[in-house]
């Protein structure tokens, strides 16, 4: 069968098999020929040349009257047009009419050294200069926003982003943003408040923080393509007020703002509810324990949970290095892809990855990751010796994971 094909494909280096679209699956990567790839060509005319890419059309005679009905031809006639359809789904599910891309990055910090750094070069696209044209092709792009992006609050943590850095997010192409995180709150619920408010005014939407927790729970349902994708995002991690020692509070509730946090019983309640209106959902986590390449047992709890709920795709971060890929049949963990922008300086957490997930309606059908290395708080597109060796690390921290 193709499932057999595509199970034996998958677990076996080097193999080549044919199928049809609609058993495709990220566990399998889709050859690209003569510089085609169905998989991320969104035009039908782009995908003409491709080998066995064909529309058919297939037109039933007229009826023939009792006799050919009794000697159940048309019946016949009709199962076949039904099978020829099914078969060759592509046609319906790509070339741009119910199709879409999501680029993801992990995380997103300009406040310290990459505000300073943004600063002398007179530019606030700066750290995104490099990278930008990866995210602006894809239909959506998403990242962490570790930092609040405000002029105002006062400090009780690390970082604070200048308000004019969301030209940079704007000139990234960069959509939507978490903000269930443990550093959306260092500068008070004012700052928190404030950088929603911007977010809004420069057209990028958030998801896992809100004015309460309803809020913060609801999500965000968006028409990617003419795919219905719901997104959500939750926090495993709480933050570390090192500039106060009056407590705070950073979880939302009935009737405080703040972030979403990871709880088993929010992700059930939320994806169901979420289906129910999506055709696809997606889902953020700020999890797991820094600087560590293997996710944690609570991570793989998290990840499987949400699948197990319904959820396609897993997006995590906070680990600040890169974590490996999960393949499940209900969907795809990333459990970290490393920092994206960001000045901390390990060499570990100047690597990172763009994930891009090509979707259909039907769910997630091919990923593909870009290795990227951070340089004067400048993320770039890895490059020879440099983008095989990430790539092998991303490799060996996948094995084992489900």
Request: net charge neutral.
């Amino acid at each position: 069968s193709q499932e057999a094909m595509v199970a034996a494909v998958s677990v076996t280096p080097g193999a080549i098999g044919i199928v049809t679209w609609p058993v495709v699956d990220p566990r399998i990567k889709v050859l690209t020929i003569d510089g085609i790839n169905p998989a991320w060509s969104l035009h039908s005319a782009v995908l003409t040349p491709y080998p066995y890419w064909t529309e058919l059309a297939l037109t039933l005679p007229p009826s023939a009257g009792v006799r050919d009905w009794l000697s159940g031809r048309i019946w016949w006639e009709r199962r076949f047009r039904r099978e020829l359809q099914e078969s060759f789904a592509p046609t319906k599910d790509l070339g741009g009419k119910l199709a879409f891309t999501l680029a993801a990055v992990g995380d997103v910090m300009l406040s310290r050294e990459v505000a300073e750094t943004s600063i002398a070069y007179g530019d606030f696209r700066y750290p995104f200069l490099k990278v930008a044209p990866i995210l602006r092709q894809a239909t959506l792009a998403f990242a962490n926003l570790e930092s609040p992006i405000s002029d105002q609050g006062h400090q009780l943590n690390m970082f604070r982003a200048d308000p004019r850095f969301l030209e940079g997010l704007y000139y990234a192409g960069i959509d939507l943003v978490s903000l269930a995180n443990n550093h959306i709150m260092d500068y008070g619920t004012v700052a928190f408040l404030d950088t929603m408010e911007r977010l809004t005014a420069q057209g990028v939407f958030y998801v896992g923080a809100g004015t309460d927790l309803t809020k913060a729970r609801q999500g965000r349902l968006l028409n990617l393509g003419g795919v219905k994708v719901g997104f959500l995002a939750y926090t495993e991690v709480g933050p570390g007020f090192t500039y106060t020692r009056v407590p705070q509070h950073w979880a939302a509730t009935d009737e405080l703002p703040g972030v979403a946090s990871a709880r088993v019983d929010y992700l059930r309640e939320d994806i169901a509810r979420m289906k129910r209106v999506a055709d696809l959902v997606m889902v953020s986590f700020h999890w797991g324990q820094e600087y560590v390449h293997l996710p944690s047992a609570k991570q793989q709890l998290l990840g499987k949970t949400a699948l197990a709920a319904g959820a396609d795709l897993v997006l995590g971060h906070h680990p600040h290095v890169i974590q490996g890929l999960a393949f499940g049949e209900e969907g795809v963990i990333a459990y970290s892809l490393g920092n994206f922008i960001f000045d901390q300086t390990l060499e570990a957490t100047r690597q990172g990855l763009i994930l891009e997930a090509a979707c259909d309606h039907q769910g997630v059908r091919q990923l593909r990751c870009t290795p990227i290395t951070i340089k004067d708080e400048q993320p770039q597109v890895a490059k020879g010796n440099e983008a095989r060796r990430l790539m092998r690390l991303l490799y060996t921290v996948s094995q084992g994971l489900e």
